[in-house]
């Protein structure tokens, strides 16, 4: 039976079971179309790699964009965080297409880029538009931001755990917004049952063995993360150097991508191949069964980073699956452990060192690769995380407890 005090708690459930459900199921179908769109342009691109030349043009298209139509949403990810941490507006719907626009165009013509930062942006501006519609207060504007995020970014990997508990865990390093939880969990529940509805499938990816828990295995997998931790760290600095350095050379915005596509058509023609452009899918795939070359991981590094630093649009982290894939299936050749395993370990070790976020990355490690393999997973991504330090992806998330008790004193501070 149901006593007084449960009574307005399930009010509370039906309002968050209606909106989640109209809100998940679009943020659900935004997310199947991109990910058939990127598909298809990949696909496209793959088959006709003359267009690489026009990158330029691309770049200059996509600055010119946003600069006359998107300037107050260029932030991108970290403006929706940003809305979190102090509600001002209601997030643009403009937003969603152009961020889809944006993320299309740079994977068409041959940008390093993912398409996380894509599904986020269009859930966040999608959700927040409820509340508009139904005059919501301040703090529940909050959660349809947060509701946008896990919803979009369950959607776009297929990974509805790890997708709720993303949302609740980036917006502060070291705290979960747990007033959050019932939304986000249905949000991307939906969006999720959404996406696989209109029959969007998300790559499959096995860690056949997995051996059994010893105190070697134990001390390789520490070693394993704290290499993840410094790749993720080298990502992070890599996108504000770059984006810094851009901003400093070139002060008209619509430039800059054009420029920074001339030299990444370049680098492209150079290398000769074009694993390390788009989203990489092929080649993560590859690392859990073929050992990739030692620098594969460095290469994806400089050409995202630089991709995204200079204007381009899509996300950052498919671009950090396959660095930390092809990082951990190099290793396979001086550490004692499982290509697969050494691959699924990085895939999400160094997604948790850049975004902060090692509670989801472990959850999102075990819905992907199975249970077997949690315990492995989850160490390492606790490792990736500290040994990050205190940089990240996202530099409007805000240090709520320091990783250590060595970093007290940065309590509060933003993530550089």
Same mark, same amino acid.
């Given at each position: ?17 209606? =909106?989640?459900? &109209? ?75 152009? =961020? ?17 930062? +894509?599904?986020?942006?269009? /859930? ?20 349809? &931001?947060?509701? /946008? &995020? ?16 993303? %949302? ?11 007033? %959050? =939880? ?89 290398? /000769? ?26 290469? !994806?590094?400089?050409? +995202? ?5 200079? /204007? ?27 290509? %697969?395993?050494?691959?699924? $370990? ?30 492995? $997973? ?19 998330? =805000? ?9 007290? !004193?940065?309590?509060?501070?933003? $993530?550089?």
């Amino acid at each position: 039976m149901l006593n007084v005090e449960q009574i307005p708690l399930l009010f509370y459930l039906l309002k968050w079971l209606f =909106i989640t459900l &109209i809100a998940g199921a679009l943020i659900g179908s935004a997310s199947a179309l991109l990910l058939v769109s990127l598909d298809f342009v990949t696909n496209y691109r793959e088959s006709h790699l003359w267009i690489i030349a026009l990158l330029p043009v691309a770049g200059l298209v996509i600055g010119l964009i946003y600069h006359y139509l998107g300037s107050s949403i260029v932030k991108g990810n970290n403006y929706l965080i940003e809305e979190i941490h102090s509600p001002k507006d209601i997030i643009p719907l403009k937003m969603a297409p152009l =961020i889809y626009i944006g993320t299309v165009i740079t994977h068409l013509f041959g940008g390093s880029a993912g398409r996380e930062g +894509t599904a986020v942006q269009m /859930g966040g501006a999608i959700a927040d538009q409820f509340s508009r519609i139904f005059k919501l207060k301040q703090r529940d504007h909050r959660i349809m &931001i947060m509701v /946008g &995020i896990s919803a979009g970014f369950a959607s776009v990997f297929g990974t509805p755990l790890a997708g709720a508990v993303f %949302a609740l865990e980036v917006i502060i390093v070291g705290r979960m917004r747990y007033e %959050a =939880i019932l939304p986000s969990f249905l949000a991307a529940i939906f969006a999720h049952l959404t996406c696989h509805t209109w029959g969007v499938a998300h790559t499959h990816y096995s860690i056949p063995d997995v051996p059994s828990l010893s105190v070697l295995n134990i001390l390789l997998v520490i070693g394993v993360g704290i290499l993840c931790g410094l790749a993720a760290m080298l990502f992070s600095r890599m996108v504000h150097f770059w984006s810094e350095q851009a901003k400093d050379k070139v002060k008209y915005a619509p430039l800059r991508p054009f420029l920074g596509g001339i030299v990444i058509a370049v680098t492209i023609w150079l290398l /000769g191949t074009t694993k390390y452009i788009g989203l990489g899918v092929p080649t993560i795939v590859e690392s859990f069964s073929v050992q990739q070359e030692w620098y594969s991981f460095l290469l !994806k590094i400089l050409l +995202t980073t630089f991709t995204i630093g200079v /204007g381009f649009k899509g996300g950052e982290v498919t671009p950090l699956f396959f660095i930390g894939a092809t990082l951990g299936s190099a290793l396979f050749c001086i550490i004692p452990l499982p290509m %697969a395993l050494l691959a699924g $370990i990085g895939f999400v070790a160094v997604f948790s060192g850049a975004t902060n976020t090692p509670i989801a990355c472990t959850l999102m490690g075990i819905e992907l690769f199975g249970a077997e393999s949690g315990i492995y $997973i989850g160490l390492a991504c606790v490792v990736a995380y500290m040994f990050s330090g205190h940089t990240g992806i996202y530099a409007s998330q =805000i240090v709520g407890s320091p990783k250590h008790l060595i970093y007290g !004193k940065i309590k509060g501070r933003h $993530i550089k």
